[in-house]
């Protein structure tokens, strides 16, 4: 299944306002079928808990992200270009390009496996293996010992951005342009790259979102989650996808 329009030849550049732009038209989808988005939120939650529940389940889980991903990016291009969100859109990637995306989660798991032998590795290298084997009620550290932990989160926060540069659009350039793994993580990276600060504005505005949603009773975050998500599509539409006859998205004073 190939999107209507196509691949610009670059990803299009973006300026800092465009991060809201994302989240407030994830949020207008969202609007065009609540109970719908609610529903397929709670479905896919209530699977991942039980797939969790198998031997290996967080393999499986992770094998099955850009598949899940996929979904919710049909999801929203049905909501954004009909009007109307089709709740079996959300198994769209088990129908169509199911095995690049299952590599796409491999390849995932993969790049986060290795953040985290890279973290313990230094952890080792500075003698720190130990810390996270004490009991945590009478675990105590140096000075030393603790700038040595953050030092190591620090390095690890920091390989995990490239990451999900990597892994964000991956998805839906698969599943709706049908390149390769590898081609739609290098693209994935390079629009991210290009629009490095709406991304930054766009992740701080999410951040805050989910807070709040969390604050109210978890409630929130059935409306949070969902339009995230679909924010996402709406960020892959407006950076790859060459100019067609959708109207583009209303420009405001961020902009500048």
Not at 64 to 83: H, I, R, T
Not at 124 to 134: A, R
Not at 182 to 202: D, E, I, K, T
Not at 233 to 255: C, K, R, V
Request: aromatic content about 12%.
């Amino acid at each position: 299944m190939n999107s209507n329009r196509a691949l610009r030849v670059e990803p299009q550049r973006h300026p800092l306002g465009r991060g809201w732009l994302w989240i407030r038209s994830g949020f207008d989808i969202f609007n065009k079928g609540m109970g719908p988005s609610v529903a397929m939120l709670l479905l896919w939650l209530g699977i991942g808990l039980l797939i969790e529940q198998l031997p290996a389940g967080g393999f499986i889980s992770q094998l099955l992200y850009m598949v899940w991903m996929a979904g919710w990016m049909v999801v929203a291009k049905g909501g954004d270009e009909q009007g109307r969100l089709t709740f079996s859109d959300l198994f769209a990637g088990f129908r169509h390009r199911l095995t690049p995306l299952v590599m796409g989660g491999l390849l995932t798991l993969g790049l986060f496996t290795l953040v985290v032998m890279l973290c313990l590795g230094l952890l080792s290298l500075w003698g720190l293996e130990d810390i996270f084997s004490q009991d945590p009620e009478q675990l105590t550290l140096t000075v030393e010992q603790a700038r040595g932990v953050l030092l190591c989160l620090l390095v690890g926060m920091a390989l995990l951005v490239p990451v999900l540069m990597a892994v964000t659009f991956a998805p839906a350039l698969i599943y709706f342009h049908d390149v390769s793994v590898w081609q739609a993580v290098r693209l994935s990276f390079q629009g991210c790259l290009r629009n490095m600060w709406p991304f930054l504005w766009w992740g701080l505005l999410g951040c805050a979102m989910l807070l709040l949603g969390t604050l109210l009773m978890l409630i929130g975050l059935l409306v949070v989650l969902p339009a995230l998500n679909y924010s996402i599509y709406m960020a892959y539409q407006d950076i790859f996808l060459a100019p067609g006859e959708e109207e583009p998205l209303p420009m405001t004073g961020f902009e500048a």
